[in-house]
């Protein structure tokens, strides 16, 4: 048809260019396949570029790296590789059943088709439902994060922090660095989430971290003015004659995130609901693979967990996808192995029991499904 | 007070009007969508189903694991008019549609290249 976009192919398209992304598409055009790498945003780097704090935990080679600083190295390194385009500002909109996928860029829409495709797409914050949610001051942390640490702006001058898993944490941790105070972390399970690392720091800072407790109401008219919280029970009911009236102009909501997977529910990838995981999560093998053939997933899309991670299940995907179009990946054995005794590894210890819950259930589930 | 909790942001549905729809016996979040827009909004359902699932979840006592969750869609995000009405060979091939819907293309019979090369 006159004037229709053509089709534009390609070995592997990876959507997504976080820490998944990114190590995915590294990962494949290593191998010398023709490498697509896509991101809505005008940067590489997804949540990475947020993350001021130096990682650790792992023996991975990104340990004590700042955050945004690994987007940097990952980013200069693919960019050496001639057979690997990045296009930025190009959000993926569609899959459909013949394989195309569309993209939205410079106000186009672009058509695509991968032999494969590697689903890198991150994660959506969840919000609470709590009253007068609705009030300019309710922020996602992921807002929050986006605000003082991507454009430089203070998101409040007092602020209280709901949910002390990492991202709570750590966006506490970076919110009193701002010049922010941080009136409390209130945490609704009876133990706080995060590492213990993050939660040290803050209390050194004089950052109370409350559990047991949730926001019940947020306070003001035309901006957030304060805040009620109260104690709940252990069916996650609020507690009579508990509440505590806090002041504060902002109210942080850290309360977990869910897998951002559209283009799998269009590609028909069956989903599965595992609360451990963030939610609903596809199905997919250990080499990162999803019952539909040469669909792969990376990182938060697959299921919620952090960054390192991500990196790690990225190459996962990347050599996988490339080994099953016929590229060679050298010394493919080994590497997966390394990966995924890394991944074992990342995933040991008490804070790593709810993934291991999750990735256990999701096992039992591809069983029993294919 | 159910009134100020909002569940869906962009359609602007409280809790209260969701527990109401529960009540009334429309126990799917594909009815409740249908009927109150929830999910057909910029964010496409990412902020309320969680919340309006758990809802349901707690009246019916199903686990949200066996609720059936409605068909997503292409596009999943917002697009412009004249992108869905595809090319124009000129303006007045779509009567009625003003130029600036149509944005740059307006003017362009030349099939579109891409500003790149893929590899």
């Known amino acids: 048809m006159e004037g229709e976009t053509q089709v534009i192919s390609c070995d592997v398209i990876v959507i997504g260019a976080g820490p998944a992304g990114l190590m995915a598409a590294l990962r494949a055009g290593e191998a010398g396949a023709g490498v697509l790498l896509i991101d809505r945003e005008p940067f590489t780097g997804g949540q990475l570029v947020k993350q001021t704090h130096r990682f650790f935990g792992s023996k991975h080679q990104y340990a004590g790296t700042r955050g945004f600083d690994i987007a940097v190295r990952i980013t200069e390194k693919i960019e050496c590789l001639k057979n690997v385009k990045i296009l930025l500002e190009a959000t993926a909109l569609g899959y459909y059943e013949d394989g195309v996928l569309t993209v939205l860029h410079e106000g186009r829409m672009l058509k695509f088709k991968g032999k494969a495709i590697v689903v890198a797409t991150g994660a959506h914050e969840r919000f609470l439902p709590f009253e007068n949610n609705d009030l300019p001051g309710v922020y996602g942390a992921g807002a929050v994060q986006t605000l003082m640490n991507v454009y430089g702006v203070l998101p409040a001058k007092r602020i209280l922090m709901v949910g002390a898993g990492n991202i709570g944490l750590i966006v506490s941790y970076q919110l009193v660095q701002a010049g922010v105070e941080v009136a409390a972390i209130i945490e609704a399970a009876p133990r706080i989430g995060g590492y213990l690392v993050h939660a040290s720091k803050v209390r050194r800072l004089g950052v109370p971290i409350m559990t047991g407790y949730t926001i019940k109401r947020a306070l003001g008219k035309e901006c957030v003015r304060g805040a009620i919280i109260c104690k709940i029970d252990e069916n996650w009911n609020p507690v009579e004659g508990t509440e505590i009236k806090i002041e504060v102009d902002a109210v942080c909501l850290a309360v977990g995130l869910s897998s951002l997977c559209e283009l799998l529910w269009q590609a028909e990838v069956p989903m599965v609901y595992i609360p451990e995981l963030g939610g609903h999560v596809p199905l997919r093998n250990e080499d990162m693979e999803t019952p539909v053939e040469r669909i792969y997933v990376a990182g938060d899309a697959a299921g919620i967990e952090e960054a390192t991670s991500a990196m790690l299940e990225g190459e996962l995907a990347g050599i996988n996808a490339v080994s099953k179009l016929g590229y060679s990946v050298e010394d493919y054995a080994n590497k997966r192995g390394k990966i995924l005794s890394d991944l074992k590894n990342l995933r040991s210890g008490p804070v790593g029991e709810k993934i291991r819950a999750g990735l256990a259930r999701l096992r039992t589930l591809r069983n029993g499904n294919l | ?119």
Request: proline share 12%.
């Open chain 2, 1 to 119: 007070m159910d009134r100020d909790i909002i569940v869906c942001r962009c359609e602007d549905v409280s809790l209260a009007e969701i527990r109401e729809l529960l009540r009334e016996g429309y126990t799917s979040l594909d009815e409740i969508k249908r009927i109150k827009r929830c999910g057909m909004g910029p964010c496409q359902g990412k902020t309320c189903a969680p919340i309006i699932l758990k809802e349901i979840s707690s009246f019916t006592g199903r686990p949200v694991a066996e609720l059936a969750v409605p068909s997503v869609r292409p596009p999943v995000g917002g697009i412009k008019l004249g992108e869905i009405l595809g090319q124009p060979d000129s303006g007045s091939a779509y009567p009625g549609v003003p130029p600036s819907a149509l944005n740059r293309y307006s003017s362009s019979t030349k099939p579109y290249r891409p500003p790149f090369c893929l590899p």
